[in-house]
């Protein structure tokens, strides 16, 4: 009955080095999401993953960014030449549907440090 | 485009104070309406919902009433505890699809 996790938990990378951070997500849930919350901010959308749609990638910031969810579960997004305005709490989503609405189900995020 | 609009924080209230946080929103259609919070070092957790018009979500103390007519779904609690402080989120969804969007959070801190 566990629900999102995410890993790993605190991530300190070098500029410029690659990062991949993983999201296995609620067994059965259909939709997958990335935000980013910068430090006192609010949730940035990144991408959205829908069955097996393609993925709403509208919200990535730049090329350097990439995401790609596996067999309809696990996901796992990528940051390339990580830069130091990278460096963010990134969290996970899946959702269900529930009593008439979706309801999106959080992980407790992973804590990404560029230095 | 959907979009959420809360009111700005950060906001400070002492313990038993009548709290009030207003969202409002915009969307097509009858989308539903969520409230999330998020303590310290953790993610959001649902706190409550509504699904349609004049319904009312409540969850450990908290109200939010789905208002179409003024398009708000405000947070209501009528005493704060200091373990209400926390980062608190208007979302909507809309009735077609499963996106979400989210307001920009509004900080909570209660005092003893």
């Known amino acids: 009955g566990a629900g999102v996790s995410q890993s790993p938990s605190n991530k300190v990378t070098e500029k410029g080095k690659d990062v991949e951070l993983r999201c296995d997500p609620i067994s059965g849930h259909t939709a997958l999401y990335w935000y980013r919350q910068s430090l006192g901010q609010g949730l940035e959308f990144l991408i959205y993953?829908?069955?097996?749609?393609?993925?709403?990638k509208s919200g990535l910031p730049s090329d350097r960014f990439s995401a790609e969810r596996t067999g309809g579960s696990v996901s796992t997004l990528t940051i390339q030449r990580t830069q130091q305005e990278d460096s963010a709490v990134y969290l996970c989503?899946?959702?269900?549907?529930?009593?008439?609405?979706?309801?999106?189900?959080f992980g407790p995020g992973t804590r990404l440090t560029v230095t | 485009g959907d979009s959420v609009t809360q009111m700005e924080g950060p906001v400070t209230l002492s313990e038993e104070a009548f709290l009030t946080i207003n969202c409002t929103y915009t969307a097509t259609g009858y989308p539903s309406l969520f409230w999330y919070v998020q303590y310290p070092g953790e993610g959001l957790q649902l706190l409550l919902k509504a699904t349609k018009a004049d319904d009312k979500g409540s969850n450990k103390g908290f109200e939010a009433t789905y208002r179409k007519e003024t398009t708000s779904f405000h947070l209501e609690k009528g005493s704060v505890q200091v373990s209400d402080s926390a980062v608190y989120f208007c979302?909507?969804?809309?009735?077609?699809?499963?996106?979400?969007?989210f307001g920009t959070g509004t900080s909570l801190t209660v005092i003893p």
């Open positions: 989503a899946s959702s269900f549907l529930a009593g008439g609405s979706y309801e999106q189900y």
């Open positions: 993953f829908q069955g097996n749609s393609a993925p709403d």
């Open positions: 979302a909507l969804t809309p009735n077609t699809g499963n996106q979400f969007y």
